[in-house]
Structures are given as C-alpha cells and as structure tokens.
C-alpha cells in the first residue's frame, strides 16, 4: 500500500540525507519526495511517498522520524482527507491526430501547452495522482518523447 507521509523539518544542512537513510536502512524504497520551504523559511516541508506492506515497519519509521532532533511533526496523511498534486512537463510528438487529442484531453484535465513546434508539443499538467495516470495512458498512445515530474505534495483539508 502506499502511504503519504508529511514531515515538517528544521530547514538545515544534512536533514534529508539522515531521513532518507531511515527509510533505506529498513528496505524501502521513497517512490516520490518533494521538499520546500513553508511560510516560515526556517522549516521545509518534505511530502515522502513509500510503497509498505509492512504496516509495523512503517509505524517504526514514523516513530523514529519524530525521535530525529530537526524534525518537527510528522503525519501519515495515507487514511486523512487531503488534496494532492503532482507537476509534470512532457515534450510529445506532434503527429496528425496529435491536436485533437490534446483538446479532447485539455476539456477534462488542466493541460497547459507551453510550446508547440513543427516535432513536438511541450505540455504542463498539475493535477492529482490518478488523472496524471490516465492523461498518461493516453499521451503514450501518441508518443512521449521525454517527460520530467515533481514528486507528490499534498495538504490536509
């Protein structure tokens, strides 16, 4: 199951590495991590999204985040009521039925255009987790030539 993990941290030198070294020495892998400054530019917070089966394991993980000195608060946002986004940039080939459908696309989902050439689209689209994976099933179709992403942010309603 993938949890969403939400850490509020000091924003210093060594923070992440000693995080991130939690979750390796347990043998997870962070499928996504997304770090930034808050309001207050003397703490980051840092959305981490691991893959665990493990439940007890992860709980331990939590447990020993908040035992870490820079670490303020900690939230396993996984069962909470939140809103996510995700931040992708993708360059597509621009091929005959290309256009239509990045309009048809465009009616359901934010897709930004940010450049169109002769070759190739390059597309902006900041949306949730799962519209992400369906605007991608269907980009694929056309063919993706490169393609970049953020990891997960999210916020708690």
């Known amino acids: 199951m993938k949890h969403t993990i939400q850490a509020l941290v000091e924003n210093k030198f060594g923070v992440l590495a000693r ?6 020495a347990r043998g997870y892998n962070i499928d996504s991590l997304a770090v930034g400054e808050t309001q207050d530019s003397t703490i980051s917070c840092m959305t981490i999204v691991v893959n665990a089966e493990d439940e007890r394991i992860l709980e331990q993980i939590k447990k020993q985040l908040h035992k870490l000195i820079d670490v303020i608060t900690v ?5 909470k009521d939140y809103f996510d986004r ?3 940039l993708l360059k597509i080939t621009n091929k005959e039925g290309t256009k239509k459908v990045l309009d048809k696309l465009a009616r359901k989902y934010p897709i930004d255009v940010l450049e169109k050439k002769k070759e190739y689209f390059i597309l902006q689209v900041c949306t949730d987790h799962n519209s992400l994976s369906e605007i991608l099933t269907e980009l694929r179709k056309i063919g993706i030539k490169e393609l970049v992403r ?8």
């Not at 995080?19 to 390796?24: E, K, M, Q, V």
């Open 75 to 79: 939230i396993d946002m996984t069962r």
């Open 86 to 88: 995700e931040l992708i």
């Open 150 to 157: 953020t990891g997960k942010i999210a916020i708690v309603k």
């Open 19 to 24: 995080i991130a070294s939690l979750f390796s």
